[in-house]
């Protein structure tokens, strides 16, 4: 029984093997990057993430936490630029 | 196996640090009244807390240890578990589905689930997640004591019974609040202990400069070594296709939007702008989680080159590197790792089997100090279990492996209902019920297969992606063909939101 399941997968998983080696390094870095940069835009698209107004009188740009989010994709970004 | 024998200084600390966990526990558990107060800090826990717990939850208890040791023999390539593999879902999670948890109000993610879709679906999440964090206690616990063994030489049945007194008297006094608090000052602990042996490793070898070129110069098996992706054929179980689909799109979102033990601080928060900051604080911190786990592991290939067993390399840069004193204060770092990861999964198996098990199939309708002390009776049945189990795990060396490989079965499947229960109103509870069993299924029969499939030695990132992508589409497809729920009322907003009723 296992051999028969196992069969019917190997087939479909040479194809796939062949495609994930096909793939240059590059590329996928090329889509790490695409991913975090795809992060930042649809933080940037949210409206402003502030507290709720009886949690803070000072609603500062700096309380917004989507600043907070895009400075950490940024270094997460400048980590993978490194290595 | 090298073995560390601590000084009067370094015991002094130990101790210090341990009497000052329960003393502090205790004290805490003095404000505790009802079951919101002991599962979920009656809501007022604060973003920095929390932040730090999720962060130090996630380093169990032969993390330190482990992840030093596979740094050392594949290289920087393990930080991708905690970068790529953490911070994109720690994120996502930040803005949609942590705030959604918390708005509804539940204690657990079975709960969630079962308002969502149904009291089949609860109830199987919840066995599975209940069953499977009880036996990971004595699993724990065992790999602690093993690896303090390692680390001083203490015989494992004293290290088994002191983490279990002390994780056991905070968490059963404390609750969550306690869970929550001790783990903040765990991760400063943590942090100071491991980064003073990276700082000391950096400072005996030359610099980081001197690392790289060191380690670059010592031929091929090292080309790899400071490069976070690496090629599919490498001589490493972290080929690229495996991170980047079964780590960072499925294991890594299932966890950090799944697993009960990481989401129910956040649910304890004070606000959902403390929820959502709470994670966005956490997914800072593990920005600096390699640097402090794998560094060392780097630095023991310049130090200690061509040991016969990598993982004894972090008790012998402690041992080699550290004066007395210092000694101490890093085996209180990696208590406060270990203890950090039992008192989480204790207080979230007394919650899970508490609330959605107890309470939803056999005792409804008891009052809020009831549940309470359920919970409580939990704590101590689990953690005598852990106990019980925790010298016959270590009879099988290889049953943590085997348990998170099997626990990683499940994680696609969740995801995927956990995924479409929130972001697509027309998911059904049929839907999701076939496609968790299909998902498992299919999880199941490639885990069985798995020697004569892939050419991975331990495929379970490739796993998960697969059952993830059959329990998404079999939920979408049983979803299609049933009625939608009237029951489900849905809002876009800033993300999307639903509104769901018992």
Not at chain 2, 136 to 165: D, H, M, Q, R
Not at chain 2, 314 to 323: E, G, K, V
Not at chain 2, 335 to 341: D, E, G, N, R, V
Request: proline share 5%; charged share 10%.
């Amino acid at each position: 029984m296992k051999t028969v399941i196992a069969e019917l997968i190997v087939p479909f998983a040479e194809v796939l093997y062949a495609i994930v080696f096909s793939i240059p390094l590059w590329a996928v870095r090329a889509f790490v990057f695409a991913i975090l940069a795809a992060l930042a835009v649809w933080i940037l698209k949210m409206p402003p993430q502030l507290p709720e107004a009886d949690e803070s009188t000072i609603q500062s740009k700096l309380a917004d936490l989507r600043y907070f989010a895009l400075a950490v994709i940024t270094l997460q970004a400048l980590l993978y630029v490194i290595f | 196996m090298a073995t560390g024998r601590l000084s009067g200084i370094d015991f002094f600390i130990v101790i210090i640090y341990l009497i000052g966990m329960i003393v502090f526990g205790i004290r805490i558990g003095r404000f505790i009244k009802n079951d919101r107060d002991y599962f979920l800090a009656g809501k007022k826990l604060p973003w920095w807390a929390i932040g730090m717990s999720m962060v130090v939850s996630d380093i169990g208890a032969l993390d330190l240890v482990g992840v030093a040791g596979a740094a050392y023999l594949y290289g920087i390539t393990l930080a991708n578990f905690e970068w790529i593999g953490c911070i994109p879902a720690m994120i996502i999670g930040a803005f949609v589905f942590i705030p959604f948890y918390w708005r509804t109000g539940v204690f657990t993610i079975p709960e969630y689930l079962g308002r969502r879709y149904n009291r089949f679906v609860r109830t199987v999440v919840a066995l599975i997640s209940g069953i499977f964090m009880a036996f990971l206690l004595g699993i724990f616990l065992f790999t602690a004591a093993k690896a303090i063994n390692i680390l001083i030489g203490w015989p494992e049945y004293v290290s088994i019974l002191v983490v279990a007194a002390v994780v056991g008297i905070y968490t059963l006094f404390g609750g969550l609040t306690a869970v929550v608090y001790t783990d903040a000052i765990q991760c400063v602990i943590m942090f100071a202990g491991s980064g003073i042996i990276l700082i000391t490793a950096l400072i005996k070898i030359g610099g980081w400069g001197e690392l790289v070129e060191t380690v670059s110069s010592m031929g091929e098996h090292y080309s790899h070594h400071f490069e976070l992706l690496v090629p599919v054929d490498s001589p490493t179980p972290y080929g690229w296709a495996g991170v980047i689909f079964g780590l960072s799109f499925v294991l890594s979102p299932a966890y950090w939007l799944g697993n009960q033990a990481i989401v129910q601080r956040t649910l304890g928060a004070k606000s959902e702008y403390e929820a959502k900051k709470s994670v966005l604080w956490g997914s800072f911190l593990k920005l600096f989680i390699p640097i402090i786990l794998v560094g060392p592991g780097l630095a023991g290939i310049v130090l200690h080159p061509g040991l016969e067993k990598s993982d004894d390399l972090y008790p012998i840069l402690i041992h080699d590197l550290l004066p007395p004193g210092l000694t101490g204060l890093v085996f209180a770092a990696f208590l406060a790792a270990l203890m950090s990861s039992v008192d989480s999964y204790l207080n979230s198996a007394a919650t899970i089997w508490t609330k959605d098990i107890y309470q939803a199939i056999f005792v409804p309708n008891k009052s809020d100090r009831h549940y309470m002390l359920t919970g409580k009776t939990f704590i101590v049945i689990f953690l005598v279990l852990g106990v019980i189990l925790a010298p016959i795990s270590g009879r099988f060396p290889t049953i943590y492996g085997y348990f998170q490989t099997v626990f990683s079965i499940f994680q696609g499947p969740l995801l995927a209902i956990i995924a479409l229960g929130l972001l697509w109103k027309r998911a059904t509870g049929f839907g999701a019920s076939v496609g968790l069993v299909l998902g498992v299924m299919t999880s199941s029969t490639l885990f069985w297969v798995k020697d004569l499939v892939f050419t991975a030695q331990e495929p379970f990132l490739y796993i998960a992606w697969w059952a993830f992508i059959a329990a998404l589409l079999t939920t979408i497809a049983a979803s299609l063909v049933t009625k939608p729920d009237p029951s489900i009322r849905w809002e876009k907003a800033a993300a999307p939101r639903i509104e769901v009723e018992e």
